[in-house]
């Protein structure tokens, strides 16, 4: 079987460290804990940055170059920035895509609108035109994550008017208490919607985590972790590292006898140019 993709969503932008005390919060923190799972076994990164001053999200390049930078210069992991900002803020589109500037290799595109507490994260077609245009212009491969099956249709529309480049990458997200729940019929329901040569992986939110990640094990798919998608490392107990995570992930893997690519490895399963 292909070997698996681990990627580790470092930070996010909406847990706080009265949430969790674990939560990297600073540029430092946040290569520091990148690094770590890049050693640990994760091939790419996905990464929000938080203002230093009150340590919420924030599209801010300076930022975003305070983390891309080391992490270039001290590993070979696969960059994957985030275009959702703040998701429920909504904030105005040129700031959310302005991280695509730094030409990462990956860059997220939540391909439509959903709830979520209670507000909701616009995706207005607009903005996906948007997005989806300054991707292609800089060369920056959208991984397009999926909360429901309409943003699957969306996003094969966009294919089909040559939006969007084949071969696609998705990225599941399973279990937020406002799209797709975290379910082995669910997912399947979603993956059957996917070309047949598109890449992807599954997010499992909360206690969906474990469930969703050996579907995608099993059936040849890939593996996101980290504390952006959960603080718990099982029940009751909250993880104290993104790399508690990854770790896991490479044991239960190498366990099955399925083994774990390298950023190289990685950048040829999902068709990337390198930087
Ligand atoms: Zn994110």
Redesign the pocket.
């Known amino acids: 079987m292909e070997k698996l993709i681990i990627t580790a ?1 470092i930070t ?2 909406r847990i706080t460290r009265e949430i969790t005390p674990h939560i990297p919060i600073t540029p430092a923190e946040i290569v520091q804990s990148a690094y770590e799972c890049w050693q640990a076994g994760a091939s790419i990164v ?1 990464i ?1 940055v938080r203002d230093p001053r009150t340590g919420q999200g924030t599209q801010d390049v300076e930022v975003f170059r305070q983390v891309v930078e080391p992490l270039r210069e001290k590993t070979d992991l696969i960059l994957c920035l ?1 275009t ?1 900002g703040i998701p429920g803020r909504n904030l105005p589109t040129d700031d959310r895509i302005a991280p695509v500037d730094l030409l990462p290799e990956l860059a ?1 595109f939540d391909a439509g609108s959903i709830n979520l507490g209670g507000t909701v994260f616009i995706n207005s077609p607009e903005f996906l035109e948007r997005a989806a245009e300054k991707m292609k212009e800089t060369g920056v491969k959208p991984e397009i994550e999926i909360f429901d099956l309409g943003m699957i249709i969306t996003s094969l529309r966009m294919r089909d008017q040559g939006k969007l480049d084949e071969p696609l990458h998705f990225q599941f997200v399973m279990g937020t208490p406002w799209g797709a729940p975290a379910t082995p019929k669910s997912f399947l329901h979603l993956h059957e919607h996917i070309p047949e040569d598109s890449t992807w992986s599954i997010i499992g939110i909360g206690k969906g985590h474990l469930p969703m990640s050996l579907m995608a094990l099993a059936m040849g798919g890939h593996i996101r972790v980290g504390l ?1 998608d959960n603080i718990y490392y099982s029940k009751g107990a909250l993880a104290e590292s993104n790399a508690q995570f990854v770790k896991r992930i490479v044991r239960i893997s190498r366990e099955y006898g399925r083994d774990i690519a390298s950023p190289d490895e990685t950048r040829q399963i999902l068709s990337l140019k390198k930087r």
């Open positions: 969503a996010g932008s996905h929000h985030t959702s997220s952006e």
